[in-house]
């Protein structure tokens, strides 16, 4: 069992649908979450990090459940634009260092 | 501030040849970061540096050498290349030992023959 998990979709929404995804970990080290998006053959970027408490920015909310090791990307309103990949990564405590672990991706695309 | 520059964009190579990825960096951070990106497999950590002179291992190593010899730069050198090593190469530059944003290069796509 990878130690990141997300569902590959493809997740195929209109545009204005709501549309989320879910992200599970297993290692309960984990220490801090965050959602990057990948377009087609381009670098990964910073979406968002992941709260405790749970954080918006703008049409995306993202939340964090550790009880039950999940995060999630709620995405509302959705546009053309949105259309890309979204890696979930999770930092955890390895040793002296801090680990990345990135997840695969989950593949959306918004249809006009 | 152009951010993080990765050259070449592209570039095929046979068998047993040797090759440089550059990376450059104009955002004074300590820390950066190899990986490699293969479908099925995410990313993966190459190598990894915590500031000039300091470099480690990350989750697959073998076959790349890298050295810091300033905070600009981060080369990551393919010894003797590989059809495994076909992959895509990001470069990112962290902030903070926290590695709470990365900023990624624009990728290298090799393609090894």
């Known amino acids: 069992r990878k130690e990141v998990e997300q569902d590959p979709g493809p997740f195929n929404v209109p545009e204005g649908a709501t549309v989320a995804f879910n992200c599970t970990y297993s290692n309960s080290a984990s220490q801090s979450f965050f959602w990057y998006r990948q377009d087609c053959r381009k670098e990964p970027k910073l979406l968002m990090s992941v709260y405790s408490s749970g954080n918006e920015d703008g049409r995306f909310t993202a939340q964090l459940n550790r009880a039950s090791q999940y995060i999630s990307l709620l995405i509302r309103d959705s546009k053309l634009s949105d259309s890309a990949t979204y890696l979930c990564?999770?930092?955890?405590?390895?040793?002296?260092?801090?680990?990345?672990?990135w997840g695969l991706g989950t593949s959306l695309a918004v249809n006009p | 501030n152009a951010g993080v520059t990765q050259t070449p964009k592209f570039q095929v190579l046979k068998t047993g040849q040797s090759m440089t990825l550059q990376c450059a960096q104009d955002?004074?951070?300590?820390?950066m970061s190899w990986y490699r990106q293969d479908p099925g497999m995410g990313l993966r950590l190459i190598h990894y540096?915590?500031?000039?002179?300091?470099?480690d291992q990350g989750e697959v190593p073998n076959g790349y050498n890298v050295s810091r010899s300033t905070t600009e730069d981060f080369p990551l050198r393919l010894l003797s290349a590989a059809p495994s090593q076909t992959s895509v190469y990001f470069c990112a530059s962290i902030p903070g030992p926290n590695q709470e944003t990365q900023y990624f290069g624009p990728g290298t796509r090799l393609l090894v023959l």
């Open positions: 990564v999770v930092n955890r405590q390895a040793g002296n260092n801090r680990k990345l672990i």
């Open positions: 955002m004074n951070h300590e820390y």
């Open positions: 540096s915590v500031g000039a002179g300091i470099t």
